[in-house]
């Protein structure tokens, strides 16, 4: 069991900058990959970036540009770098740790952040 918790939300003017941080409890860290996932109110949950365990990176084609996901395995910490914030990035922001075992795929999820862009 993984457990997972966001920080760093807040309410952000836009054009302005915010770093989310995860923090993941596992001895393991290095070997799971991480996403960073939003959500508005009743709407689906939308895919944001992704790290694997090698380091590489993926972004939704949208935010390539504004928002740098990174890692730091000594920490055990996962950060979400995003900037120039427009008020439609208004959304609870999640934290995904994922890897596969053999057979078993090994999914958690953290309770999230909420962020705010708004003048």
């Known amino acids: 069991q993984v457990h997972l918790v966001e920080s760093g939300g807040g309410l952000v003017q836009p054009g302005g900058s915010l770093r989310l941080s995860c923090a993941a409890s596992?001895?393991?860290?290095?070997?799971?990959?991480f996403e960073w996932y939003r959500q508005v109110s009743g709407d689906q949950r939308e895919w944001v970036a992704s790290?694997?365990?090698?380091?590489?990176?993926a972004y939704e084609d949208s935010l390539r540009g504004r928002f740098t996901i990174s890692r730091d395995n000594a920490k055990n910490l996962v950060y979400l770098e995003m900037n120039a914030l427009k008020p439609e990035d208004t959304a609870r922001y999640y934290c995904n740790a994922q890897r596969l075992r053999g057979d078993e795929h090994e999914q958690y999820w953290g309770q999230g952040t909420q962020v705010t862009v708004s003048s």
């Open positions: 790290i694997n365990s090698r380091g590489n990176t």
């Open positions: 596992t001895s393991d860290f290095s070997t799971y990959a």
